[in-house]
């Protein structure tokens, strides 16, 4: 399994209480560029519009040997989820608070999928905590490794 992109601050700005794998549906020079690491997660959500799961402002770098189809960087990408997760992340969405995040982006088998997580925001006290939380452990790691 091999990472290609990762939302760094899904964890830190929300809790993410259940994660799923989509597939994408993407073009061929989308791909190609993505297989060069051309692909970003950062500011991207995730919608359920007419029954289906739509990734939205996810960046994916334009490939460079593309003579006349060039897409949109930003464009709206399809995700591939089973009928009853998609029924599943609907009603979970349609309570207060919750809200799905693409958290990373993988390569499995030549196949890119897509690790959505279904999450609830963090308050500024819960990040200070986890900020916090983290401090403490690398201290403690880089005393276990001084000692």
Same mark, same amino acid.
């Given at each position: 399994?091999?990472?290609?992109?990762?939302?760094?601050?899904?964890?830190?700005?929300?809790?993410?209480?259940?994660?799923?794998?989509?597939?994408?549906?993407? =073009?061929? =020079?989308?791909?190609?560029?993505?297989?060069?690491?051309?692909?970003?997660?950062?500011?991207?959500?995730?919608?359920?519009?007419?029954?289906?799961?739509?990734?939205?402002?996810?960046?994916?770098?334009?490939?460079?040997?593309?003579?006349?189809?060039?897409?949109?960087?930003?464009?709206?990408?399809?995700?591939?989820?089973?009928?009853?997760?998609?029924?599943?992340?609907?009603?979970?969405?349609?309570?207060?608070?919750?809200?799905?995040?693409?958290?990373?982006?993988?390569?499995?088998?030549?196949?890119?999928?897509?690790?959505?997580?279904?999450?609830?925001?963090?308050?500024?006290?819960?990040?200070?905590?986890?900020?916090?939380?983290?401090?403490?452990?690398?201290?403690?790691?880089?005393?276990?490794?001084?000692?």
């Amino acid at each position: 399994m091999k990472v290609v992109a990762s939302n760094k601050f899904a964890n830190f700005n929300y809790f993410l209480l259940e994660k799923f794998n989509a597939g994408i549906v993407l =073009c061929g =020079c989308e791909i190609k560029s993505i297989r060069q690491n051309g692909m970003s997660l950062n500011e991207s959500f995730v919608k359920i519009q007419g029954g289906q799961v739509i990734l939205k402002n996810a960046y994916v770098k334009p490939y460079q040997s593309v003579n006349n189809f060039s897409p949109n960087p930003r464009r709206d990408r399809v995700l591939l989820l089973n009928k009853r997760e998609i029924l599943k992340l609907n009603q979970n969405v349609s309570q207060k608070g919750l809200t799905i995040v693409p958290v990373k982006a993988y390569f499995d088998k030549n196949y890119l999928k897509l690790e959505v997580a279904l999450a609830r925001g963090k308050k500024n006290y819960d990040k200070k905590q986890t900020i916090k939380e983290n401090d403490i452990k690398r201290s403690e790691q880089r005393h276990f490794m001084g000692v």
